[in-house]
Every structure is written in C-alpha cells, then in structure tokens.
C-alpha cells in the first residue's frame, strides 16, 4: 500500500493502523501527533484507524522554536 | 527586592514576565541552562514533522524542565491553513487540555519574515472558534492589534524589530498606541537584541516580553538569559516605581545652600 | 545567576556597580530603605556649613548603613578654590584615611548645573597633588576626560546628561569615544532618567554608574532604587555576555524545514 | 570678640578654643570639620588653637548630596 | 542647480515630487499662495457632500491652479464600500478621463486616523478592477505595501506618522524594507511636520512626499510650503549625489601636514 | 520663495548661511564647481608651509570666486601658541585689513581631531586682545560656548559630530541649551553628513553651517553642494515658518463630516 | 414625492429628473456628481434620469482635503 | 648663510633680505607670508628686513581647508 508520509511516497504494508504504523517507523519514541488527509487523528483512535491506499499522513512532534 | 505582580496569560498565572524559545541553541544543554538561567515559566516550541531518519535522537521535551508550560507556534507557516492545521496537531502533542494555547505566527515571506497580518487574523478567527487561546504574533499596527483584540486573542505580541534582527523597539510611538487601546495583555516578540531593550518596552507597560535569537544567539546564552531575566524585572519596577519625568534643564540633587565662601 | 565582577574604584573593591546620592528624599527612613534596596557600597554625601539654629536635629550618618563606603562631593562649588578646600573640610569629616576619596563636581552656573571642565581640571591637579584619590564629574566631551585621566584622576565619570534632567545618555557616541581611551574606570554620573538608562550604559562597557534624582524623585524611590540595582547587574551581564548583531534583515528562530504540508 | 562662623558675624566670649566654641555653639552632636581664615583646623588640634578677633571660621558637616 | 529627474505617477509625468493637499487652509487665497510656493503640480482633494444650504459660495477649485493635477481622495471613509463609490463619484467630478487617478484613504477609526489595512487592500483590488490608477495611504507595514503593489496599486504610500501628528519619519527600518521592495513609487503620506523630515524621507530614496497639515498648520503656511519645497529638492539632490559614510572617528578636511613649527 | 534675513558674521554681512570648506577635492575645477553650487559667500582655506620643491604649481586662491570671503583656519594646530602663530601669519597673507576674520581650531589629538576646548579659550583670548575676529570650534559643551562668547569672539561654532565622520547632529540637547544662552551667531561646524543634517540644524535656529568633508568626500560633490544650499534655505524658512507641535494622535486634514452615506 | 438627499429627506416636486433636481437646488454653480440609489448617475444621463419615490441621492463635490 | 626653511636647514647665499629669498625661492608666484625667528615680517618690510645666520623662517600661502 502507498501512503504519503511527511511528505514522501511509501510502500506500507496492508492492514496497517495509525499505531502500527507509529511502530512500523519506529515512531515510538517521541510524543507525535498524527494527521490523515487533513484531518487529526486523536490517540484515543490510533488502535482503529486504518490505513487506506493513498493516504496523506503528517507526523509531528515538537521541536525547538521561538 | 521582589515585586509580586504576578499576571495571567492565556488562562495561566504567571509570576515570569520573560518568555523564551527554544530555538536555534547549539546544544540541548546549553538551552537547558539558559531556560533555567532565565527564569522563565512558559517557553515556545515549534511544530515540525517527525524525522523518520533520526532513530532513537534525543527528544527536546527532555531538556525543557517539566515545570515550565508549553507555548507551541504555528512558526514557518506562511498561511491561515496552514498555521490552523498546525494548531489542531499541536493540541494533539499537548496531549489535550480544555483550551490550549498556543502561539500564532504566520509569516509573509522567509526574507522578511514579517508577519502577515491579514492572514493572521483569519487564522486567529478560526482558531478561537475552535477554542483555543490565541497568542498572536503581529507587526505594530495598532489597527492589527485591535482586531485581533476583537476577534478574541488571549493576548497580542507585536514585533519589536524582524525576528532575529536585535534591533530592539523600533517604534515605541506605535507600541504606545497599542498600549493605550489594549485590554488583553501585550507581549513584544521578537527584535530585542539586549537586556536594555527588555527594559525599555517593560518601562513602557507592556504585560511581557518573548525572547529567542537575543539569547540563543549571544556568545554566552547562559549569561545572557539571566541578564535579560533581570531586565524584565528591573523595567516592570521601575514601570511601577514611576519615572522622573524628562526635561532639559536639571535640578541638583545637592542643595545649594550652605555651601562654604558664601555670605 | 550571579556575575562575579568586582571592580576596584579609587582604592576600594567594589561589588555593586551602582553608587547612590543622598540628596533630595522626603525622609531619612525613605533614603535608607532606598539605598538597602539599591545594593550600593558606596554612596555620596554632600558637605555643608552645621547649622547652627538646628539643635539636636537627626544627623545624616545615622541614616546611612555603617557597611557602606562614603563619597563625599563638593556640588554646590563654581570654581576650583573652593572645591579643594571642600575636599580638605571632608578629609577631615572623613576622619583622616591615608588617601581619601573625594568626588569632585565644579559646576558651572545654577541654571544648566553643567560641570565646568577648566575649574574641575584646575582643582583635579590640585587635589591628586595633596593625596586625595579624585573621582570627577564631568561634561561628554572625550578630551576633558582625557585630561582628567592624565592629571591623576581615579576614574572619569562623565555625564549622560545634565544633573536632574532624566534624559538617559544622550551621546552614546562621546561616551563610546571616552571609554575607547579611557585607562582609568568610566562612571556615568548624572543624567539617568529610569533603569534602562542603566542597563544601556552598562552594555556600553562602563564600570558603574552614580544616580541619585531618578531615585529619590521617583514615585516609589525604594522600588526604583531596587530597578536600577537589577538594571546595572542586567546591564552588565548582558555586556559580558556578547549581544548578538544588528541587522535589518533576521533570522528565524524555528526551522523553516520540516512543515507540514510541504512536499 | 567678634568672628565670622559659617557667614554670619557673631559675638564671642574672650578665649575660646575651637573645640570650646563648638561647645559653646552645641555643635557636639554630629561630626564637624572646622576651617579657620581658610585654613583646616585638624580635631588633634580643636583643644589647643585659640580664636582670634575677626576670625573668619567654616564649621562644617555631612548632608544629603548626589 | 537643479536635478533634472521627472518621475512618473499614476501616469502623470511629474518634474516636483512634493504632492500637497488643500486642507485645513484658514482661508482660500492662503491656500493658493501656498499651493503656488509649494511648487507642487498634483494637489489631493476631498469629495463632499454638496452643502444644499451654502448658496453661492466659493469654489474650492477656483482657488486651484488650473495646471495642477487633481487626486481625489477618500478621506473620511471607514469602509471599503464607501471608498469605492467615493471614488466612483470622483472619476464622474473630474469629468470622466480613462484612468482616473485616486489616492485611496480608508481609516480605521477617529482617534488614531491611522489606515484600514485590511479595507484598503480590498478597496484597490475593486478600484484597480475599475480601471483607477489607484495611490493608496497604508502603514508602515512592508507586508500591507507588498500586497497593495501585487494588487495592481500605482504606487504605495506608507505614513511617516499618524496623519497631522507632525512627528516626522517614526520607523525608518520599515521605509526601507517598503523601498527595497518596492518597483513603483514611494510616496511617505501623513507624519510630516517640518522640512527636515522631508529631506530625510528623499535621502532614503523615495520617490515624493505627499504633505498637507505641516503646511496649512504652520505659523506661516506659504513660507513653510517654500521650505518643503526646497527640502524634497535637497533630499532628492543629496539621495542622488551619494552621501559621505557614517563613521565614529572622521578624517581631517585640512591637510595634516606642512603646519608651522613642525619638523 | 526667498527669505531676506541677511546676518552678520564677524562683521562680513551674509546672505547665505552656509559657510564650505575648500579641503579634499579631487582637483580644483571640481572644487570651484561646488563652490558655486554651494552659493556659499565664505569658505575656509588653510594656512600651510608654501613648498618650495612645487615650482609654478597652479594656486588655490585662482580658484576661488573673488567675490568669496576667505576665513583662514588654524587647522593642524594642536596648542594656543601655533594657532596665534598662524593667525598673524594669516592676518598677513589676507593683506591685512582692520580685524581680520579667523576659524580657530585647536585641535586635541590626529585621533579624534576633537577641539582642544582649553587651548582653544586660551588661543581666543589672545586673539581677541590683538584685534583679530574670532570664529572658534568647539566642542558641543555649552560652558565652553559660553566661555568663549565671554572672551570675545564673533560667533561660537560648536560641532554637530566629529570633523568628517558625517553623524551629523549628535546631541540637539547641547545645541539647544548654547542656543538659549548665546548672544553671539551659532554655527554648526563639522560632523554633517548629508542635506538634511544642514535643515535639522537649520530648524533648531543656528545662524548657520559650516561643511567640507560632506560636500567633497560625497560621490557627485557639485550636486551635493547644491544639495546642502537648498537644505540650508529650507531649514533657516522651515525655522521662520514655525512648524506645527509634535503630538502622538494626530488631526485629520480632510473634513470628516459630509462623507457619503453618513446619516 | 420624498427623496432622502445627502442624508436629509425631503419634500420634492414630482416629475424631476436629476437636473431638473440640481436647478432646484440651485446647485449649478459648482462641479457636482450624483451617485442615485448607490449607483453613479452619468453627466450626460442627468437629463433624462427621472427620480422616483423613496430614492436616495447623494451630490457631491470637492472640497479641500489632504 | 645657513637659515632654517620652513623646517630645513639651507646653505644661503649671503645678504639676502626677505624679498631677495622669496626671489631666490621662486616663491613669487604665490601670496605668501613670512615669520622670521616666530614674529611676522609684514609684507612692507620685506625689502629691508636682512636674514642673519641660523634664522628660523616660515613662509607660508593659503591651502584647501576646512
């Protein structure tokens, strides 16, 4: 399956979640917040999001700034 | 000796009137240190999207001491959409709260880095709407900030000079309006290059101060946060302990009477 | 944080860089919270004919804490003549010391209380000839200070403007030249209007300043005394620690990398 | 006898000291300098240096000053 | 000498780059005399309501010198709408003409009369849509400037100070930011008060200034419409001569060397 | 429109007000160029050792208008007896004449090439017992402005900055207080940069303006000069004309009743 | 018939066309423009443009402005 | 006849006046002024005024200034 992650086209596999996926990259680490084609996913929902082909996803986490 | 005047900003009691960023240190220790040196309660943080490179890299939440609130900025985005998409992720990472805060910022162009005042405002609308407590960082129009004084900001932070710049206030005929019509607390971000100028806009009345480049960028960050920690302190004072007021000709401070020769 | 920079001004170490007048405060209890509040180690008194119809009247000395290093001045003197022998009539005061300090201010007429550079050059030589460590008010004007350094002065302490006026430093540019020569200390002496006069001169490079009407005519004098303590300690940690350049054009604190939305 | 203390002319009993004069005046109560025909008078001194008719004598002290 | 450097302004060709306004004038034949001494050839003027009482009186446009260019202006709105049917109404006063020129004002509010940003934008994409060749008043904003020029606008007139405030050119960091980006004229409009600001204003390299209470407002408005004159010049001839650098130390003007008793 | 308000300065009656320096021209028809331009009726020359290697090397006096007054300074001097030296040679050059006029300059150090200002009283005293006009740098100290107008001299002629560095007015605080206590002309001598340092200065009611480096150090010196000219004019007009106060609000030009759509 | 002109309403004779509205009010003497109902009424169509009842005029001209 | 120059020390001819030296100088072409041992010789007695042995003269013209 092929979803747009932050910006770069991957090849994910089938069935994926929101969670999955955050451990699929290893995204695990760090406090990150999801959006799904636009829209946030709240972490409550994480577990059941399922992923669908051509998804555009943002993961972000905080960084320094001012 | 202390002044207890402590104010509210967007919802959160504040003791602090320096507010400072994260960005741009050359290590996380180093901001550590100056965050601490600093004295400040509430400290900036960007939203930017994850690395999906950097495996297991230290995390910035880390090193900001858990004690100080988190103000995230919409900066780097450069319209309403954007900055609004970025705020709904940025309530996510705060993991929740009734009304979050954070700190609008939607730049015009990267050369400038002004902010776009028109579409600052339809972000701040929007984002109100949805119940947060809008921070807005703006230029120094008092039209500006009155507007988004109506529109329901928590709070407005008009430029002192270009962010990074360390020109100080450039206008303090415009500030001065600004203060006069406000009834939100007014913060200056961005522009201060030294303690004095901290001084200078907190003698003018401002509610606070949001510093980052001035202290992240001096040769000793460490140092220079508590200078500019102290500078707040001493401009509210002496905003409170009312200034003598200006004039061309002096009056001595000795008395002129009494002195030896005389008849 | 604390900067540990003491300095050594005619003779004494100092760790406060802020010296206090004693004139023109509404009453003793005031001056003596003010000058608790200021920090200052050392503070300047004026010498005058006893009155002789004051029985029993508070005395001055009693006011000012014991810990604290006394400056006698000579205000209230036009020409050198009776400025040196104010200064032998405060040696006396003084209770003899080995090499007394004097603060020594000619001034030129009661209007524009400016110091006159002849009558204040004239009595500078006169007195470092007799022993006493001379630290003299003077005008902006680099060679008088020059002159002043040459003739065997302690230090120079220039104004920022005139005595009593509040007008801050109005010629950085006079003073940025004095302290490009100056060997001896640079105290700006008279002139200050509110802390972020003192927090600037202070980022300049000077080693302290001597204040007494912003003080003991504001509103709140113990309050304001307590402003510029923290603005002379802002100041100068700022100065040490190395503010970052002016330029029209910033920089951004966030990355501009790593938005959302970007491709 | 007559002399001059701190500008205004006085009449004096006959042999005063400095120090008797200051006594004399209660000037005890703060610390004084005396100058006497403009020369200083040291404190060593005050018991021993007689006044003189036309004495012209600055009796002095610390106030407030900046 | 004069500098022969025409300008272009809402295609009109220009050879005097001082814009004057008919405002204010104690009397008409003031206002001509002052228009005449002003040099200028483009005169702002105001649209009203006719007043149906006022019988038989005088004509401002009798005062005006017929060879001077009109620019209708819409002070007094607060709103894009009511600028734009303003303009309307002046396009059919200056009977018809393809382009007609306006300098477009909207104001935000009574007290600080300072522009509308947000309105004024939205009221020149209309006119420009309209055909008018569109000068519109803004703030100091290079943001606000930037999308008036995009917008298809003549030229941007930003204020020096708030309109008859007479402080002169308040943030000269925003005026060249405005002026590095710029690609049509510069015109500073509002915050003049005395002939240096003029000057000043010109040697940054505007390209005119646009001036009416610091004229009709002074002692003497015919003498003070001399001086602009004569300072846009200057400031024009000094911009264009290319000015000596600042800098703290100078160099002599005599030659140092070949003085008596030297060796 | 031109003002008729002649002055006399040094017993010479003068129309123009801007006295120009004939140093650091790139060559001598330049130089004459400006010097017409400039519209000056007295420039400074030097007094300098003839060389004797230069054979029938064209003179400086060929250059310049004969309708010009020369003032000859003693530039170069750094103590009262040379400049008294160079005057009585100058007296001598000039073929005599009753009380000849002399700029007298003593400078302290090649550094700062600041005025000497107790040499320079010692120099005027001297000149003055011997019939000499005395026109004397100075510094921007009002007690020595004073002092010189008290031994004598024509006019005082204080600094706005340094010779050549091109600040321009540095302290408007110092020259107003000389101007409120002179008696004698005031003109500002050394540190103008540009056009509208002459009209600034001008606007604070000196008599006038001496220049050089800022005319032919500029890149097009000739238009400079006429540059400085009108700015001069503008200024002494702008001064006459009485300019409108300064406040923070200001007051609308245009009529703000009888707007369209008004109720 | 009522017309509301610059603001005021008023009391007109009926069958008036813009200039015949503008001799009436004896406002002739100046260079005028006439916006009717919010839109601009053309010179050349002044007279031919009858008024109706109700109708909202505004006539302005310049005044002196800055 | 040794005599000081504007500074350098040059063998001259014997019995030369003030005038002779300017002519042997070639410093005729310029308005000049001349101090002899630190007094002005005034133009009049330039004709008369003889040099004498290790004479400190100064010769001077106007230079651009400012």
Same mark, same amino acid.
């Given at each position: 399956?092929? %979803? @747009?992650?932050?910006?770069?086209?991957?090849?994910?596999?089938?069935?994926?979640?929101?969670? @999955?996926?955050?451990?699929?990259?290893? %995204?695990?680490?760090?406090?990150? %917040?999801?959006?799904?084609?636009? %829209?946030?996913?709240?972490?409550?929902?994480?577990?059941?999001?399922?992923?669908?082909?051509?998804?555009?996803?943002?993961?972000?986490?905080?960084?320094?700034?001012? | 000796?202390?002044?207890?005047?402590?104010?509210?900003?967007?919802?959160?009691?504040?003791?602090?009137?320096?507010?400072?960023?994260?960005?741009?240190?050359?290590?996380?220790?180093?901001?550590?240190?100056?965050?601490?040196?600093?004295?400040?309660?509430?400290?900036?943080?960007?939203?930017?999207?994850?690395?999906?490179?950097?495996?297991?890299?230290?995390?910035?939440?880390?090193?900001?001491?858990?004690?100080?609130?988190?103000?995230?900025?919409?900066?780097?985005?450069?319209?309403?959409?954007?900055?609004?998409?970025?705020?709904?992720?940025?309530?996510?990472?705060?993991?929740?709260?009734?009304?979050?805060?954070?700190?609008?910022?939607?730049?015009?162009?990267?050369?400038?880095?002004?902010?776009?005042?028109?579409?600052?405002?339809?972000?701040?609308?929007?984002?109100?709407?949805?119940?947060?407590?809008?921070?807005?960082?703006?230029?120094?129009?008092?039209?500006?900030?009155?507007?988004?004084?109506?529109?329901?900001?928590?709070?407005?932070?008009?430029?002192?000079?270009?962010?990074?710049?360390?020109?100080?206030?450039?206008?303090?005929?415009?500030?001065?309006?600004?203060?006069?019509?406000?009834?939100?607390?007014?913060?200056?971000?961005?522009?201060?290059?030294?303690?004095?100028?901290?001084?200078?806009?907190?003698?003018?009345?401002?509610?606070?101060?949001?510093?980052?480049?001035?202290?992240?960028?001096?040769?000793?960050?460490?140092?220079?946060?508590?200078?500019?920690?102290?500078?707040?302190?001493?401009?509210?004072?002496?905003?409170?302990?009312?200034?003598?007021?200006?004039?061309?000709?002096?009056?001595?401070?000795?008395?002129?009477?009494?002195?030896?020769?005389?008849?």
């Amino acid at each position: 399956m092929r %979803a @747009t992650v932050n910006g770069e086209l991957l090849l994910l596999p089938e069935g994926l979640t929101v969670l @999955t996926l955050l451990q699929h990259l290893k %995204a695990g680490k760090d406090r990150v %917040a999801v959006e799904r084609n636009g %829209a946030v996913v709240k972490k409550a929902r994480h577990a059941e999001e399922l992923l669908a082909e051509g998804d555009v996803l943002e993961i972000v986490t905080f960084v320094g700034g001012g | 000796m202390a002044l207890m005047d402590d104010f509210v900003l967007g919802g959160r009691k504040l003791s602090s009137r320096l507010i400072v960023g994260t960005g741009k240190y050359k290590d996380f220790p180093t901001m550590k240190a100056a965050l601490l040196a600093s004295g400040a309660e509430m400290v900036t943080v960007a939203v930017r999207r994850l690395d999906l490179k950097a495996q297991g890299e230290a995390s910035l939440l880390h090193w900001i001491p858990k004690e100080m609130v988190l103000l995230p900025n919409t900066a780097g985005c450069f319209n309403a959409e954007d900055a609004v998409r970025t705020c709904r992720l940025a309530r996510e990472l705060e993991l929740g709260g009734e009304n979050p805060l954070v700190k609008l910022e939607v730049l015009s162009d990267p050369a400038t880095l002004l902010p776009d005042a028109e579409e600052t405002l339809k972000a701040a609308r929007q984002l109100v709407s949805e119940g947060f407590r809008v921070l807005p960082y703006t230029n120094d129009d008092p039209v500006s900030a009155r507007k988004l004084e109506e529109a329901g900001c928590a709070a407005v932070m008009p430029l002192g000079a270009p962010i990074g710049s360390g020109l100080g206030l450039r206008n303090p005929y415009a500030l001065q309006m600004i203060l006069d019509q406000a009834k939100v607390p007014v913060i200056v971000d961005a522009g201060v290059g030294t303690a004095s100028d901290c001084a200078l806009c907190m003698e003018m009345g401002v509610s606070g101060l949001l510093v980052n480049t001035a202290i992240s960028g001096a040769q000793d960050p460490v140092l220079m946060a508590g200078a500019m920690k102290l500078a707040v302190e001493a401009g509210r004072m002496a905003f409170k302990a009312g200034r003598i007021p200006r004039k061309l000709y002096g009056n001595a401070s000795s008395p002129l009477s009494g002195v030896i020769g005389s008849r």
